[in-house]
C-alpha cells in the first residue's frame, strides 16, 4: 500500500503536494525527499508482518532515521497513519531496516504524534523530529501529554536513552545481502574481547546490562562508502546477466564497473559471499570459537545468537523476512527435500568456505514462521589421539577403544545435544583396519566419509530420509548387500534403531558396527533403546559397548552384559575428580568384552598388551604432535612387550568371565 498523504492534511496542511512543503523543511537542498510505502511480505515466512519500506535514493538525508530529522520527520508522519512491523529505507544500494526497539520507538512516536497533534500541534512537531525529546518533555508535564505518552507506549520504549541516536540503532548492509548488521554495539556497553576472523571480519565481545553477551561482528562489506556500495549493486546487476556465468562470474562483474581507488578484490569477495555463498553467515561459521547459530521465529523480531566458547551471546546481526526465505529456498534446492507447510521441518548441510554446517530448520505450521539452528562442523577430520590431546579421552581408554573397534565392536556413542558424539564416532572410523569397507548411514552428512576416502580407504555413504532416499532399514540391508565391512549409523533417533539393531544381530561376526544416539548415562541410552524405540531387550544385548560423552569429554565407558536375556552394564572406565580412571575391571580379569577381543589362539594377557600397546601409540601420537589423520595413521611405535607382559601378570592366563 502506498503511504497515503491524507495523513499529512490531518497534520496541518489541505494541499500538499510536495514533502517540501512541510514546516520542518527548511529549504529545497535539505528538504527530505523520501517515498515512504507500506507492504506486506508475501512468501517470506513471516507473511503477517507489515513493511515500512523508504525510497531514499533522491533524497540529501540518505534514510539514515539517526542522522537526518528531515527523514524521520517523514518516517514518523506515514506511521500516523498504520503501524508496522519493521521500517527500512534504501539509498544507493545501502539498505538500513529498524527493528526490535528502534521500530518500537517510530511505531510509538507516530502513534503519540497523531493523538497529541489534536491538543498540541508543536510537540506533535518534536516527536517527529526526536522522539526521546518529546518523551522526555510529556514526562516532565502533567495532563494529557503526559498521558499519551504512557498509553502509546513511548515513553517505556525509549526509557533510559540519552538521545534518539541511541534508540534508532539500524541494522544495515548492501541490498544485495540477506542479512543485516548493526554497526554500532548496544549503550554503555563494555568492550571485553576482539579478534578478527580469516574472512576479513573483525569481532567485537561486550559486556552488557543485558543478561548476554553481545558478539559484534563487523564484517569487510561495513567499510564500503557509498559510492563502492552502489557499484556493487550494479555489478550485482551484470553478474545476472552474464551470459558465462561460473566462478569468475563475480570478478568479471566487479571489474567492469569498479572505479580508480577502489578495492577490487573486496568488492568482488562481498558480491560472491552475497551472491553464491551464504553471505554475514559465512563469517559466523569461520569462527573456531563458535559452535552454534540461531535464529528463533519471528526472524523480523529477534536476532542472531550464538554460542561462543559455550556462552551462549546476541549478535548485532539480524535475517529480513525476505532474506528468511531465500535462505529456505536455497535449503530446500541444496538438500533436495521439501520444505513448506506441509513438511514444516528439514535438516540439511550446507557447505562452505569454512566447512560443513549442519542446519536444521522450521516453518509454520511448526513454529511462528522460519526459524534455523545452525552447527558448526569441524574442517578436520578428528582421530582419537587429537581427541586425547584435547582431553577428551585418556590415551588408555583410547587403547581400548581402537582395538575394540579394529577387531570388531559392536556400541553405540551416547550423549547430549552437543556433547560431541558425532566427532568421536568419526574418530573411531580410523581405527578400522585400512582394508576395511565401511557403510556410513546418515540422514545429515556429518561423520568425515570424504576425508577417509580422501586416504584411500573404502568408505561408502548411504543417505536416508523420507523422500527418494531409502529408509534406515532399507538402508541397512543395501549395506549388507554391498558385502562384508563395517557399518555405521549416526543419529539414532527413530527407525534408525531398529536398522542399528538389524544390523548388529545379522553382522555380529565379527564386523563392526557402530552408531549414536541421545542419551545422558547407560541406563538411559537402554530406556530410550527398548522403551522408545521399541527394541527388544535380547536385541539390545547384542551391544558390546556403551561410551557417553558430556560437554566433548569421556565420563563413561561401560561394557554390556547380558544376564539370562537382560542387559546391564559393567564400566570399565569412569570419570572422577581425577579424570577418566579405570573401574579395574579390566585388570582383574573380569571384562567380558576385552576377553571377547582376544583373536584365536590368544588369551585375555593377550588382549591385554594389544591395548596396551595401542595406548602407547596413540600417546606417542600425542606427544609428537601426529594427531591429524595423515600423521596419525602412520605411527609407527614399539612397545616394551615384556614389560607390558609383567605389566598384565596376575591375570595371563585369565578368561573373561
Given amino acids: ?97 529498524y527493528a526490535g526497539r528502534a521500530a518500537a520507538c517510530l511505531i510509538a512516536a507516530g502513534r503519540f504524534c497523531e493523538q497529541v497533534a489534536f491538543h498540541e500541534s508543536r510537540l506533535a512537531d518534536r516527536v517527529r523530529r526526536d522522539p526521546v525529546a518529546a518523551a522526555r518533555e510529556a514526562d516532565g508535564r502533567a495532563g494529557v501529554p503526559k498521558r499519551i505518552a504512557a498509553e502509546t507506549a513511548l515513553s517505556e520504549v525509549v526509557a533510559g536513552a540519552d538521545t534518539t541516536g541511541d534508540v534508532l540503532r539500524a541494522h544495515t548492509g548492501p541490498q544485495i545481502a540477506a542479512t543485516r548488521v548493526a554497526s554500532e554495539p548496544p549503550p554503555r556497553a563494555v568492550l571485553v574481547d576482539r579478534w578478527d576472523l580469516d574472512t576479513g571480519a573483525t569481532v567485537r565481545l561486550y559486556e552488557g546490562e543485558k543478561t548476554l553477551r553481545t558478539y559484534h561482528l563487523t564484517p569487510p562489506a561495513a567499510g564500503l562508502d557509498d559510492e563502492a556500495i552502489a557499484r556493487l549493486a550494479a555489478a550485482k ?20 564497473i569498479a572505479a580508480e581507488g577502489d578495492s577490487v578484490s573486496t568488492l568482488v569477495d562481498v558480491l560472491r559471499r552475497h551472491t553464491r555463498g551464504y553471505g554475514v553467515f559465512e563469517h559466523v561459521f569461520a569462527d573456531d570459537r563458535v559452535s552454534d547459530a540461531t535464529l528463533t521465529a519471528p526472524v523480523s523480531e529477534n536476532p542472531l545468537r550464538v554460542v561462543v566458547d559455550g556462552e551462549r551471546c546476541r549478535t548485532n546481526v539480524r535475517l529480513p523476512p525476505e532474506g528468511a526465505a531465500t535462505l529456505a529456498s536455497r535449503l530446500r534446492r541444496t538438500s533436495g527435500r521439501g520444505f513448506s507447510r506441509a513438511s514444516p521441518t528439514l535438516d540439511a548441510t550446507l557447505e562452505t568456505e569454512a566447512g560443513r554446517v549442519r542446519v536444521a530448520a522450521t516453518t509454520a505450521p511448526a513454529s511462528d514462521g522460519l526459524a534455523f539452528a545452525f552447527r558448526r562442523g569441524d574442517p578436520d577430520a578428528w582421530t582419537l589421539a587429537r581427541l586425547v590431546s584435547v582431553g577428551t579421552v585418556t590415551a588408555d581408554a583410547a587403547g581400548l577403544l581402537s582395538v575394540a573397534v579394529e577387531r570388531g565392536v559392536t556400541g553405540l556413542v551416547a550423549g547430549g545435544r552437543g556433547a560431541g558424539k558425532t566427532t568421536a564416532l568419526g574418530s573411531l572410523l580410523w581405527e578400522l583396519p585400512p582394508k576395511t569397507r565401511s557403510i556410513l548411514i546418515e540422514d545429515t552428512p556429518e561423520l568425515p566419509a570424504a576425508a577417509v576416502a580422501a586416504a584411500g580407504r573404502d568408505a561408502q555413504r548411504l543417505r536416508v530420509g523420507d523422500g527418494a532416499e531409502p529408509s534406515p532399514s532399507e538402508a541397512v540391508r543395501t549395506a549388507l548387500r554391498l558385502g562384508g565391512g563395517a557399518i555405521v549409523v549416526g543419529e539414532v533417533r527413530g527407525e534408525e534403531a531398529r536398522a542399528l539393531y538389524e544390523a548388529m544381530r545379522v553382522g555380529a561376526t565379527g564386523e563392526t558396527v557402530l552408531g549414536t544416539i541421545h542419551g545422558e548415562d547407560p541406563s538411559a541410552v537402554r530406556e530410550r533403546v527398548v522403551t522408545d524405540l521399541g527394541v527388544p531387550v535380547s536385541s539390545f544385548a547384542a551391544t558390546d559397548l556403551v561410551v557417553l560423552l558430556d560437554d566433548h569429554e569421556v565420563t563413561v565407558i561401560a561394557e554390556v552384559v547380558d544376564r539370562d536375556g537382560d542387559a546391564t552394564f559393567e564400566p570399565l572406565y569412569e570419570r572422577t575428580g581425577s579424570g577418566l580412571v579405570p573401574t579395574g575391571r579390566i585388570d582383574r580379569g573380569e571384562s567380558r568384552l576385552v576377553g571377547r577381543l582376544a583373536a584365536p589362539g590368544e588369551s585375555y594377557a593377550d588382549s591385554r598388551t594389544a591395548i596396551r600397546r595401542r595406548a602407547e601409540r596413540i600417546r606417542t601420537a600425542v606427544r609428537t604432535g601426529c594427531v591429524s589423520p595423515d600423521r596419525y595413521v602412520d605411527i609407527d611405535v614399539e612397545v616394551d612387550v615384556e614389560s607390558t607382559d609383567r605389566d598384565a601378570s596376575g591375570v595371563s592366563g585369565g578368561t573373561a568371565r
Fill in 1 to 97: 500500500m502506498t503511504f497515503d498523504r491524507s495523513a499529512l492534511s490531518r497534520l496541518g496542511g489541505d494541499s500538499l503536494p510536495s514533502l517540501r512543503s512541510l514546516p520542518w523543511a527548511e529549504d529545497d537542498a535539505s528538504a527530505c525527499r523520501c517515498d515512504p510505502t507500506f507492504r506486506e511480505p508475501v512468501g517470506t515466512g513471516v507473511d503477517d508482518r507489515v513493511v515500512l519500506a523508504v525510497d531514499a535514493d533522491k533524497c540529501p538525508g540518505r534514510g539514515d532515521l539517526a542522522a537526518s530529522p528531515d527523514c524521520l520527520a517523514t518516517v514518523i508522519t506515514a506511521l500516523t497513519d498504520r503501524d508496522a512491523d519493521i521500517v527500512r529505507t534504501h539509498h544507493g544500494g545501502r539498505e538500513r531496516t
Fill in 237 to 256: 546487476d551484470r553478474l545476472l546477466d552474464d551470459p558465462v556465468g561460473g566462478d569468475r562470474a563475480p570478478g568479471r562483474a566487479v571489474r567492469a
